[in-house]
């Protein structure tokens, strides 16, 4: 199940939609259903309430006012990475540097 801190991807009626960030999961007074604050991460960004189920957090489809919703999380390409890279005896490879690094400082020196 997603928890507090991690960022889920809302998808509506099948589609990305936006990220947000969970803030805060309360519990509900019926079982099973949680006050699930989200940080939406938009331009401003807003938070909102929904009640929801437990599995609707961990990813199960729902609706509101009659259109699917469902959440995905996202997980760092950081930590897969790290997980893939990964010795047989579990101690991970340090991580190499991916591309060129571009100095800012030296771009604006051109000009």
Same mark, same amino acid.
């Given at each position: 199940?997603?928890?507090?801190n991690?960022?889920v991807?809302?998808?509506?009626?099948?589609k990305? !939609? !936006?990220? *947000?960030?969970? @803030?805060?999961i *309360? =519990?509900?007074?019926? =079982? &099973?259903?949680?006050?699930v604050? +989200? +940080?939406? !991460? #938009?331009? =401003?960004? #807003?938070?909102?309430?929904?009640? +929801?189920?437990?599995?609707?957090?961990d990813? %199960?489809?729902?609706?509101m &006012?009659? #259109?699917?919703?469902?959440?995905?999380?996202?997980?760092?390409?950081?930590?897969?990475?790290t997980?893939? %890279?990964? @010795?047989?005896?579990? @101690?991970? /490879? =340090?991580?190499?540097p @991916?591309? /060129?690094?571009?100095?800012f400082?030296?771009? /604006?020196?051109?000009?």
């Amino acid at each position: 199940m997603a928890v507090e801190n991690d960022i889920v991807l809302i998808h509506f009626e099948d589609k990305p !939609l !936006l990220f *947000a960030r969970i @803030e805060r999961i *309360a =519990p509900d007074h019926k =079982p &099973n259903w949680y006050h699930v604050s +989200l +940080l939406l !991460l #938009q331009i =401003p960004p #807003q938070l909102v309430t929904w009640i +929801l189920r437990d599995v609707y957090i961990d990813g %199960d489809e729902f609706t509101m &006012n009659g #259109q699917r919703i469902r959440f995905e999380k996202v997980t760092s390409p950081v930590e897969a990475l790290t997980h893939a %890279d990964e @010795e047989p005896d579990g @101690e991970a /490879k =340090p991580a190499r540097p @991916e591309g /060129k690094i571009i100095s800012f400082t030296d771009l /604006k020196k051109d000009k």
